[in-house]
């Protein structure tokens, strides 16, 4: 089966630009989990939702941050407009939903601004 | 609130050697425990769960133990190998109305050198 699957790996853009992040869900998972990682502040639950919904947006760091779920199997993050400060890498996981049930994590997008 | 605390790494040890790292955890109720492993540029996978007090996860020569009475989860493996390794999470699950949103802890470093 595959997992989930973002893109891109890697972006590198300056700062002021749009970014887009991808994400795709693993089929018949209907939690889906964006997260930041940094050296500095470690692992950060940015957001998730359930069944396409946003249930917990409280770790979005600024309005200049946006996730939506157009569909049951696909997410995407933008950062608009971008920051040095936003270089880190982003990960987005998925699970079913259920007691217990595991997040399974993408690779991640590691991402630098200029 | 409800947090995870893991030992600082990075631990650094020779293959064959014993394992040990520290979580304890601050919760209300009964929470569900976990531990990830994020291998180099991979995003963290699921290591073992626990989800009552005195339950035993384990995989792949990994162990640990949910202990109440100590609020702990410490991971453990007896030989260590070069592959092992990894950053290291400890995890917990305290609200499943709230879904599958995880607390994790800061992460732990290990390295085995051969």
């Known amino acids: 089966d595959a997992g989930v699957i973002q893109s891109p790996r890697h972006e590198v853009t300056e700062m002021g630009q749009e970014v887009t992040l991808r994400c795709k869900l693993i089929?018949?998972?209907?939690?889906l989990f964006w997260y930041r990682q940094t050296m500095m502040r470690g692992l950060e639950l940015l957001i998730y939702f359930n069944n396409n919904v946003p249930i917990d947006d409280s770790g979005m760091p600024e309005d200049r941050f946006s996730a939506k779920m157009p569909n049951a199997s696909f997410s995407t993050l933008k950062i608009q407009p971008s920051e040095p400060r936003d270089s880190a890498v982003y990960f987005c996981a998925s699970s079913r939903t259920g007691p217990d049930q595991p997040q399974h994590f993408g690779d991640g997008t590691r991402l630098s601004i200029l | 609130g409800n947090s995870v605390t893991q030992m600082e790494g990075p631990v650094t040890l020779s293959e064959e050697a014993f394992l040990t790292i520290n979580c304890t955890y601050t919760?209300?109720?009964?929470?569900?425990l976990f531990w990830y492993v994020q291998y180099p540029g991979e995003g963290l996978q699921l290591l073992l769960k626990?989800?009552?007090?005195?339950d035993k996860g384990s995989n792949k020569g990994f162990e640990a133990t949910y202990r109440k009475e100590t609020t702990s989860f410490h991971l453990e493996k007896g030989s260590v190998q070069v592959s092992d390794s990894a950053v290291y999470f400890c995890?917990?699950?305290?609200?499943?109305?709230?879904?599958?949103?995880?607390?994790f802890g800061g992460g732990t470093r290990v390295l085995v050198k051969p």
């Open positions: 995890a917990l699950r305290w609200d499943k109305a709230a879904g599958n949103k995880l607390t």
């Open positions: 089929s018949g998972h209907n939690s």
């Open positions: 919760a209300t109720g009964y929470p569900s």
């Open positions: 626990a989800t009552k007090a005195d």
